[in-house]
């Protein structure tokens, strides 16, 4: 029997593809921008859990650096919404620009009085928001509690373009992931702070740029925090791959190691998993790992599909079903019912309730990410098959 080569298919979380789909379109876009420093742009990528925003965040920052910006990277989670992490991390960041910066020989030998004079400003700054991993040797210490985040910050990126502009960086690029978990703080400006100090220092032309990454609330919050940031930013909405790149990115991985896939298996693939990246990963690993002929045959498909959608069950669709509450579960047991979606009315007719009780729960489902609305008085789930998994288990 022959033995084929690892299987190439990367299920999991931010993990590269072998074959990158229906992405060309957004990642030409933000090239464009890139190559145009002296204009700088911020980009915005949303859509639900899995459709491939941190792969497609990590080849932009790849994109990025290979144009010679200057990328600085983090992945928020909760804790750091809160207004002094906030702040801590986005010194950290500017403090790691400046350390990355001091290692440009042409800025040394260009600028390295103005270099001194940043590192001792933004050092300054950071050490004035309490407690403080990154040690800085800094001349200058600013005592003080009420400082202004905005403020800093302008002044920080403002050091840092003009360093870039010395240095052989083109700019820098924060590229921010999971940011939908930064919210605005009435009182201590978040979000609010880091819009108007980089739409300042954009308008005078230095070139920083934003690259956030996040679930759909992360626009509203965005926009919430302030008005014109609906035209700071250029959203990339992600969805599901579209044919014929969702096939493409099933078959060509495989093709390129010599084997390949009937075309009912690839049809069959593509039912089931909607075109959504991450069950295309599992799909292709699983087919590739469990069968050994050159084509991949609907036999294999069906003898190994009970044992994808036990895996399925037991980590993927159950860590989502344990996420909702008691009261949203039955809500979308109504929803399953009727299949992958319903309409309101089926649902007021299945619960039993009026649609003003009801829009509480959806609304709170949505905000989980398991729900969406595809249309005007629908709601459906946001991951394929989910329905047929809260059909096929009790509870
Ligand atoms: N364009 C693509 N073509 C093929 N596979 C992809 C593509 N984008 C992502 N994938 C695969 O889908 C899976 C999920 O990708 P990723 O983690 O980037 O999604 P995400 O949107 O960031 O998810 P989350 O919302 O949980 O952060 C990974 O297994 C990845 O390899
Ligand atoms: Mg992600």
Redesign the pocket.
Known sequence: MQSWPPSPY????????P?????EEQIEAVRAFLKDARNPRNVLIT??????????LNHLQGEAEGLGWLVIDREFSEPDAEPLAFANALLTDVNRALRRLSLSTRLKDRAGNLLQAAIDVVGALTVSYGEFKVSVDTKRRRPGPHRRLDDDLKEAFTHIGELCRKSEYRGMVLRY??FHVIREHPGSPTLSALLSATSAVQQHGLPLMLML?G?PPVVDNLARSKSYSERMFTTLV?GN?RPPEDRA?LVDPATRLGRRFADEVVDAVMIDSGGY??F??VYGDALWNGSHGETIQIADLRRLRPRILATLDAGFFRARYVRASPNERKLMRNIASFGESATIEQLQQASGRRNNEIQPTISALIAKGLVYRPERARIGFTAPMFGAFLQRTLD
């Open positions: 990367r299920p999991g979380n931010g993990i590269d593809p074959y990158l789909g229906d992405r859509g639900l859990r899995g459709v491939g925003k941190t792969v497609l992931d999971e990454c679930l992600l791959l990115a990246p991450f295309i990963q």
